[in-house]
Each structure stands twice: as C-alpha cells, then as structure tokens.
C-alpha cells in the first residue's frame, strides 16, 4: 500500500459527479434514512452512477490498475470496482457517494471484504501513508513504531477487512520486489554503465556505443514487460525509487515516464 497522488489526474470528472450528485442525492438520503431506520420493505436502491466510464477510466489510471489496498491486479475482465472510502451506508447525508475525493480503485474481493467498514487506510492520504512501510523481507505492509492510535486503528481495520496482507499477496510482493530489484534494476545500471564507457572512450555515434545501447535497451523493454504484466505497479514504482537511492544512480528516465513509454495505461 503506498501513497497514490489525486493530483496526478488533471481532469477529474467533477462535472459528471455534480450531474450525478444533482439527480441521485435525494434518493440516497431517504434510502439511507429509511435504511438506518430499518423500515420494510426498503424503497429501491438509489442509481449506482458511478459506474460510469467517465469516473472508472480516470479513477482506474490513476491507482494503475492496482487495488488501491492490496495492489494486485485489477484489469483481467475488468472486474475492479469503485469503492466509496466512507462507505454509502454510513453516509447519511449523502455527501460523499458522488464524490470523487471518496473512491478508491479496489478489487472485488476487498471491496467485498471491506464493505460498511470504516475507517480503514486510505492510500491517497499522505497523513495515513506516511505511517505505513513495505517489509521487503516478508512483503507485507506495516506501520512504524509511534504510530498514532488512530492510525493503527485504521491499520488494523484494513488488515481484517481487505487483502492488504492476506492471500499469496506477501509472498508475490517479495518476489516483485527481489525481481524488480535484484535482476532487471541491476542490469540495467550494469549495461547503462557500460555504455556510458564506451560512449566516453569512443564516442556516442560509435559503433561501441551503439551496441551497448541495444542490449541496454533490450533489458529494458524486459523491464517494461514487467511493468505490462500489472501487478503491484505501486510497489514496482517504489522499488525503483528505493534503488535509485540506495545506489545513488539515476536512470535515464524516471519510472513514471517509463511507465508511459510502456504503454500500459493506454490498453
Ligand atoms: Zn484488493
């Protein structure tokens, strides 16, 4: 789970929200109303609106794909879901189901487990990130020591009622990470290095130089295969930063960019 920036989505659908907002609102209350009342039988279930291309495609780019609480895969048979942070049953007042700051792109099987749970970790809250690590020895997620109460709480939660933890995801992520790390990064400083050699002694037009070159960028298009393949994009993104630092080296592109050249987001 690693902090995902709603700033990086330019053109959030707030105008398509307010027109769902205007003409569902109403209902949403009194459902909710009678709902918290417990009244039979319920009036019919309120329009889920935000199931809308115009909300799932710019929400879907901006969590990568990735379930937004346990970061695995979500785009095979596009299955993922919106899911309402503060959840629509707790909204009394409706003020948060057309609200683009509330959804989280989440896997079917968290949204799920999640449910009326709240409050759990939210993953485009630096406030709550900033708490939480990756353990790369064993791939799970876990909160620094001096947390705040509130935020274990919400760790806690988001333990019990999504896949943060759970399921073959730690075991996936170790070996993401070792992967990521250990094999494509290496190489790729290795053969990025080598060239550089050549095209100090020999010249950027050398045939040297070229040579390296090449192979330098076949092991990135193996890089890119990596990053196509979707899973734990947010954790990929993370160990790239963290052997950047560790190594103190900087690739010639940054992995966001890299990402784009990859072409993953466009399919
Ligand atoms: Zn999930």
Known sequence: MHFVDR?????????????????????????????????????????SGWLHDQIRTPLKTLFLKNCGYCGTHTDLGNDAEVDHHFPTSLDIKAEYIYNWENYIWSCPSCNGMKKHHYPLLNPC????????????????????KNTPNEIITKY??????????LKTNPDFRKYIFRDTTENHLKGLKMYWELYEVEAKVHGEASTEAK????????????FMDLIRS??????????????????????????????????????
């Not at 390296?212 to 193996?222: I, R, T, V």
């Open 156 to 165: 806690e939660n988001t333990q019990r009622y999504s896949n943060l933890n």
């Open 211 to 222: 040579n390296k070159l090449d192979a330098f960028n076949l092991k990135k298009e193996n």
């Open 125 to 144: 809250l630096i406030l709550d990130m900033k708490h939480i690590y990756f353990h790369s020895a064993d791939g799970r997620y876990l909160y620094y």
């Open 7 to 47: 700033s990086e989505i330019k053109n959030p659908p707030i105008e398509k929200l307010k027109e769902l907002n205007d003409s569902h609102k109403p209902n949403w209350i009194s459902y909710n109303k009678a709902r918290s009342e417990k009244k039979t039988p319920l009036p019919i279930k309120p329009s």
């Open 230 to 267: 979707g899973y734990h994009l947010m954790l990929i993104k993370y160990a790239f930063d963290v052997f950047c630092d560790n190594q103190e080296f900087n690739f010639p592109f940054t992995i966001k960019e890299l990402i784009e050249e990859s072409k993953y987001l466009n399919t």
